[in-house]
């Protein structure tokens, strides 16, 4: 038997115990170690317009192969690994002519812990697609990072940033933060953090970025080296911001929407046609950015102390997500463990 939090009738997670699954042709079972809370986690638990009864939650997760169904080649039991949580479809235009940096949105939908069980179980059986190995000298805990990671690395790869260009984060939450040490891995370090929260801001400016309010926006991003805003990377999911990034972007910028946005934007059309700017929407990541982040995080440019601030039990699962969706945390990062001995 093993233990998983599954949404009961009252949109909380309510620990209980399940058979262990069994690998299907092509599958594998990955006893999980670490599993990260995610927005989209707190979307799917607290505003379907019906509660998920019974469904697991959790896509951002590492931990240790367990079996390995008929078919399946390159793995072994006891691999230690990272989920890579899009299922291909293998018939829309990202998978018949996107290559390796193309995003297969039906695969995602039908990924762990959205359109399956996911990582708040203590195993859990994927498509042997979806495993990668983590690489020697990188602990667990910090490979339960990729996911997240890969979704900031895709937003700096759209931003098309070159070493010394300015560029502006909209957002110092968790993608926002991600985002911030993407761009460092990368030797974009004339960064501007506009965050309105003074909390947020303060925790932003400790990984070695200037930051402001929405308001002084303006005066901040002209004080980073007197040089143009390049790139406006939208982190936040709040619609104000959209207007706010075309008119901090320099002639020719780019706005590169990250962030999940549920209402309607409005933006100043003759700004964005003066300045010729592009607006590009940035969903998820490709399995490129996956290995982009996997490799960044094994190389030591990230710093994982800073982002994962939580690590809570299972049991403690359910109270860490109404303090999360509160609005109340400091939290950055927050793990679920397992309690999976490394």
Known sequence: MITLAAIDPDRRLTVTVSEVPAPRPGEVTVDVAYNGVCGSDLHLL???PDPLVGHVLGHEFSGVLRAIGDGVTGHRPGDRVVILPIDPCGVCQACTGG?????????LAGGPGIGRPGGL????AVPA????GVPDGLSLREAALTEPLAVAMRGVAHAGLQSGDSVVVAGAGPIGLLTVEALHARGIDRILVVEPNPERRARASRFGVEVSSPDDALSAAAGLDDANVRAVIECSGHPDVIDLGVNLLGYGGRLVVVGVHSMPASVHLLAMSVKE??????????AADFAAALDALAAGLVDTTALITSVVGLPEANAKVVELHGGASGDVKVLISHGLAE
């Open 277 to 286: 700017v592009t607006v590009v929407g940035s969903t998820a990541y490709s």
């Open 99 to 107: 290559g390796d940096s193309a995003v297969c949105v039906t695969g």
């Open 46 to 48: 607290f505003d379907a």
């Open 121 to 124: 179980a203590a195993t859990v």
């Open 129 to 132: 697609s979806m495993v990668h």
